[in-house]
């Protein structure tokens, strides 16, 4: 097959996935999501907000994408819109008695150029990404449903050497039963088979909405919902996916387990402030001869919104064996803040994010490096050029909105790494090899600007340039400034 062309699979998807239907919110009547503050005791009516006594952004369903959509599909209930006459074709289909089928799509479009990718030198490459996912949600009745979920991922180049989560002919990404019960303000469930989780700290845990495939598990995961509080206790397997279809297999070595909880700490319905703990345990591994990364991670998240700042404040603290049998002993913190300068115009805010996550080993010879575990792609860039491991970044910038439906933000990263003797690290744990014999601590800069323009409620279009000047030391061990750039859009149904 030629490199310049996508495999048939999803151009066969395609034409399920853009139906024409009459958008479902209405941006009059939607409130931003950093607004909704207190749980809907019903389904949404403009919007397919779930039922749900907790706060949704505080929920650990995901990331909310606007006018109710949520990355992870699954997550939306499209009956309140249903009912109020405000649905859309094939969402929230009557099947006879209480049963309901809504059916959901994605197709997202990327034309990503990379100069210098891993900051090798004349490593460049340009390269079309395709994400393809089509999904049903069966709601037999309020207390039990099924949701199963396929997607293809393809690109048109380097297609041999291209991660099973880039290119994919086709792979059942989520199936599973979530069975629940509501009694006045306590909501408890169980989801049950393959499905996305993100509960967590970003820098931590998330579904890797870069790839052309979503990061999905394989167990079960138990919640409990209240008006001010909430806990979930999860035991999961990971995905193992293959690159043909349908070659997708349970990895049972990888493991994640723990729990997770959040509690409103703020009075009142106005912006709330929300504590959370966690605790996860992982067991990686990495070969079949190195062994299992072993490990425990407790720690807390403090965030929210006061006045005209927000924070988002987590403390991170691992224990364990690493893959060759020394005890970890390791932290990481993670402070994101802002503060809106005006709420009016262009509405710009002042950003900033602090990041320490150790590296190396200590006297006992225990091993130091921060293990970020599932962190989202994004949050220290798509070009994982840096990696939350043996890392000193303070990052301050500046966001604007200059239309209702635009964003556009700017920050500068100054990196240095805290161990002298480890090396610096890009996105999952991958050592720049040689830096660990370099003398000094700064690694670079990297700048980040990224914008978005959402042309309908179903319709964005999103742009992001990176381009790391390196330091001191990644120059002295031979490795060259790099960037990476993309453009893409995205239609959800």
């Known amino acids: 097959m030629s490199s310049a062309k996508f495999h048939l699979v999803p ?19 939607d409130s931003p999501p950093h607004t909704r503050c207190v749980g809907a005791p019903e389904a949404g009516t403009w919007t397919p907000t779930p039922a749900d006594p907790y706060p949704l952004m505080a929920a650990g369903w995901g990331p ?15 009956s309140g819109v249903k009912a109020a ?53 069966l709601r037999l009745d309020p207390h039990v449903r099924v949701f199963g979920e396929l997607g293809t991922g393809q690109v048109d180049r380097r297609q041999d050497s291209a991660a099973a989560n880039f290119q994919n002919d086709l792979s059942l990404q989520q199936l599973f039963v979530d069975i629940r019960a509501a009694a006045g303000e306590t909501l408890a469930g169980a989801i049950i088979g393959r499905q996305e989780f993100s509960d967590g700290p970003r820098q931590l845990i998330s579904l890797s909405d870069g790839p052309d495939l979503h990061r999905s ?52 319905e106005g912006p709330n402030t929300y504590l959370e703990p966690f605790w996860f345990h992982t067991r990686n591994p990495a070969g079949r001869t190195a062994g299992l990364d072993d490990r425990n991670t407790f720690g807390a998240r403090l965030w929210g919104r006061i006045g005209k700042a927000r924070f988002d404040w987590t403390a991170a603290r691992q224990t364990g064996r690493a893959i060759d049998g020394r005890s970890v002993d390791a932290w990481g913190l993670f402070a994101v803040q802002s503060l809106e300068l005006s709420d009016t115009g262009w509405k710009p805010r002042l950003t900033s994010h602090i990041d320490l996550a150790t590296g190396g080993a200590d006297d ?36 604007l ?55 309908t409620p179903n319709l964005s279009l999103s742009l992001n340039f990176e381009h790391l000047d390196a330091g001191t030391v990644l120059e002295r061990a031979g490795y060259a400034s790099g960037s990476y750039g993309y453009l893409s859009a995205t239609y959800r149904y």
């Open 64 to 78: 909310e994408l606007g006018g109710g959509m949520m990355a992870s599909r699954w997550v939306e209930d499209w």
């Open 217 to 268: 598990w394989n167990g079960v995961r138990l919640y409990l919902h209240g008006a001010r509080h909430r806990i979930g206790v999860f035991d999961l397997r990971a995905t193992r996916l293959g690159r043909n279809g349908f070659d997708e297999t349970v990895d049972h070595r990888e493991t994640l387990q723990g729990f997770t909880a959040s509690f409103v700490v703020s009075p009142g």
């Open 401 to 455: 909105a200059p239309t209702a439906r635009t964003t556009l933000s700017f920050e500068y990263a100054y990196a240095r790494r805290l161990q002298e003797s480890d090396a610096v690290y890009g996105g999952g744990m991958r050592p720049y090899v040689g830096t660990e014999a370099i003398a000094g601590q700064s690694i670079g800069g990297l700048a980040r600007l990224s914008g978005t323009w959402s042309a």
């Open 364 to 399: 006992t010879g225990s091993v130091q490096d921060f293990n970020p575990l599932y962190a989202s792609s994004n949050y220290l860039g798509e070009s994982q050029f840096l990696g939350l491991t043996n890392l000193l970044l303070f990052a301050p910038g500046v966001a």
């Open 11 to 29: 151009t066969a998807l395609l034409t399920l996935l853009l139906p024409h239907a009459a958008h479902a919110s209405d941006p009059a009547r």
């Open 85 to 137: 006459g405000h649905a859309p074709a094939l969402k929230a289909i009557p099947l006879g008695g209480t049963a309901r089928l809504s059916l959901s799509s994605e197709v997202r479009l990327r034309y990503a150029t990379w100069n210098n990718a891993q900051l090798v030198r004349a490593n460049d490459m340009h390269q079309a990404q395709l994400r393809a996912v089509i999904g049903a949600d």
